[in-house]
């Protein structure tokens, strides 16, 4: 798990930004809440994946648990799989062609694109039914034209996320940053997100706590979906 290191100027401009509560959302409405899981996919999380990170093995439980727990308050759990889709309209040369090398680019197209292996989540979450899995072509899923997830979080009627996932500093932030300029609260989980440095997590970390979400840990995220509803829920 990454050690949590956010500098003290951080803060403490944070906090003048928000009053002297220790969290933004302390109370949700768990109906009108999901928890989006951001990349968590056999290409990022096996051993020799072509992106593999892991770290992300080590927050699976806590991802888990907060999915538990918002589900048995009513919310929704909702996966999103990074992909390569050679045939949509909106081609990505910027990222393909012009900051990848040709065999990294490759690399990535053949592992993200649907049916193969590395495209696939990762086995030890527990995806159930009633739970969304949403493909998306881009970092962030809120990209206009190359993910569903804005058109189905609002047919939901949902209006705060809970962001898990890899990783931090790209997919997750750049998701986080989205979610927030789309009018969503934005909970940013700092220990049910990782990346492949501490360094890189907490810039992330710090980014979001200046500007763009609430930074909560797995526990205090259960034991908020807990207090919403009356019900205590503590993270294992």
Known sequence: ???????????????????????????????????????????????????????????????????????????????????????????????????????????????????????????????LDGDLVVDKTRFSGFVNGTCGLHDQLQDAGIDTLIITGTLTNCCCESTARDANQLNYKVIFVTDGNATHTDWEHNATLSNMAAIFADLQSADRVCQTIGSSTGTLIAAE
């Not at 509560?21 to 096996?46: C, E, S, W, Y």
């Not at 589900?71 to 909702?78: E, P, S």
């Open 1 to 127: 798990m990454h050690k949590v290191d956010i500098p003290v100027e951080i803060q403490e401009r944070s906090q003048a930004l928000r009053g002297e509560n220790d969290v933004i959302f302390g109370r949700i409405d768990p109906a009108k809440t999901a928890h989006v899981v951001v990349d968590l996919q056999n290409g990022f999380m096996r051993e020799g994946a072509p992106v593999e990170v892991p770290v992300a093995r080590k927050i699976v439980d806590n991802v888990n648990q907060i999915s538990a727990a918002l589900r048995a308050a009513g919310g929704k759990v909702v996966y999103l799989r990074y992909t390569y889709d050679s045939a949509e309209p909106l081609n990505w040369s910027a990222w393909y062609e012009s900051m990848l090398s040709a065999e990294s680019s490759d690399v990535l197209k053949e592992a993200f694109t649907p049916g193969a292996h590395d495209h696939d989540l990762w086995p030890d979450l527990e995806v």
